[in-house]
């Protein structure tokens, strides 16, 4: 195998398949980015044999190299670290029958050893199963809404995904780990085969990077799903565990409600969080008729801080304790100028939604309350 390719575009290509490269593996060859011909085309490929990523790029090859058949897996690491040592200029990439990969550039040539292709293993093939055309920037949107809920505990495996529930009227994906919740329905991504699965974070993350706005095809079927987007492809496997009934846990007698300025609102929990508790992060809202008081105390560091923030409140007087860093986050997910806030008491969920929903999808978040010593 011969061609020759511009440094930063190699580059490029390798450092989108290299997210799906293990730092260590019993499996050495895992290790590595194949790389292989497909008629004019340079496919190039890494798997933990859990996420795969495979990317095409055009190069032009030439015949004095290896037989065009010939796979060659190339240490990863080294590889990318070569090309990022260099500046943008012509590379040439030559792989012999014995897999010694040399590359040269006008100014000197580097040699490493690769493997063997053929001992690379094979990527899950998707045909015939459920397919799914959607737009990569619904994707990318459901992916960055939802993953910062899900949940870190292996104890739990079916919540360390993003559950997509798609139908022919519309889709959901929904993340969770038992402390918040978010659920984002988007009208234009359906399926005229109702489809339900879990995809795990860290394949939904790298698929986010790699998505963009142009369309996009998502395949379910055989315990994996793949996301294709033109010249990259992300296949994952899918955790297959019972989801929980989510729907059971959001509040629907919501009979207080609180609008806030969403800027203000987070801009005043990051700084009365600074001063909760390094073992609790709690904060405590007390809320008013106009106004929203937050406040945090440290015992053990004698601090404290507490703020105020207009609002409109329509509800009883109430006093509510949640996780300071929780709370950041889920405000931070609000895209409208205003978030709005439903409680019903003290010791249940809130429910937090965008008092303006985009276009075409409806947002919910659910945040559960600490306990508190007291509540007023």
Do not use: W
């Not at 340079?42 to 796979?71: C, H, W, Y």
């Not at 040399?102 to 040539?109: A, E």
């Not at 234009?188 to 489809?195: F, L, N, W």
């Amino acid at each position: 195998m011969k061609f020759t390719a511009s440094s930063a575009e190699l580059l490029k290509a390798l450092t989108t398949v290299s997210g799906a490269v293990p730092s260590k593996s019993t499996l050495p060859i895992l290790e590595c980015i194949l790389f292989e011909r497909d008629d004019d085309m340079l496919q190039l490929s890494a798997t933990d044999l859990e996420i795969s990523i495979v990317k095409r790029m055009s190069v032009p090859f030439e015949s004095n190299g290896t037989a065009a058949g010939n796979r060659i897996a190339v240490p990863a690491k080294r590889l990318l670290d070569t090309l990022r040592a260099l500046p943008d200029l012509p590379i040439v990439f030559t792989a012999d029958d014995q897999f010694n990969v040399t590359l040269r550039t006008d100014q000197g040539h580097y040699k490493m050893v690769g493997h063997d292709g053929a001992d690379y293993p094979a990527l899950p093939e998707l045909s015939g199963n459920v397919r799914i055309e959607t737009e990569g920037k619904l994707l990318r949107r459901a992916i960055q809404k939802t993953h910062f809920a899900v949940s870190k505990d292996a104890l739990r495996p079916a919540m360390m995904g993003i559950y997509f529930q798609i139908g022919a009227d519309q889709g959901r994906a929904v993340a969770t780990d038992g402390h918040r919740l978010v659920k984002l329905t988007l009208s234009e991504m359906t399926s005229a085969a109702p489809v339900e699965f879990i995809v795990p974070e860290k394949a939904m993350t790298l698929a986010g990077r790699i998505a963009t706005d142009a369309a996009c095809a998502l395949t379910v079927g055989e315990g994996y799903a793949g996301f294709d987007f033109g010249h990259s492809r992300v296949l994952a496997r899918l955790i297959d565990e019972a989801y929980p009934n989510y729907e059971a846990v959001i509040p629907v007698e919501n009979d207080r409600r609180l609008v806030v300025n969403r800027d203000a609102m987070l801009a005043a929990v990051k700084r009365v969080g600074l001063y909760s508790s390094s073992m609790t992060n709690q904060i405590r809202l007390s809320l008013k008729s106009d106004q929203v008081e937050i406040s945090a105390e440290d015992i053990e560091r004698s601090s404290e801080a507490r703020e105020t923030v207009l609002c409109e409140y329509d509800g009883e007087d109430m006093v509510i304790g949640f996780n300071a860093q929780y709370l950041t986050e889920v405000l931070s997910n609000v895209d409208s100028e205003e978030a709005t806030f439903e409680f019903s008491s003290p010791n249940r969920a809130g429910v937090v939604t965008p008092h303006e929903q985009h276009e075409g999808e409806e947002m919910m978040m659910l945040i559960m309350p600490v306990m508190l010593n007291t509540y007023a």
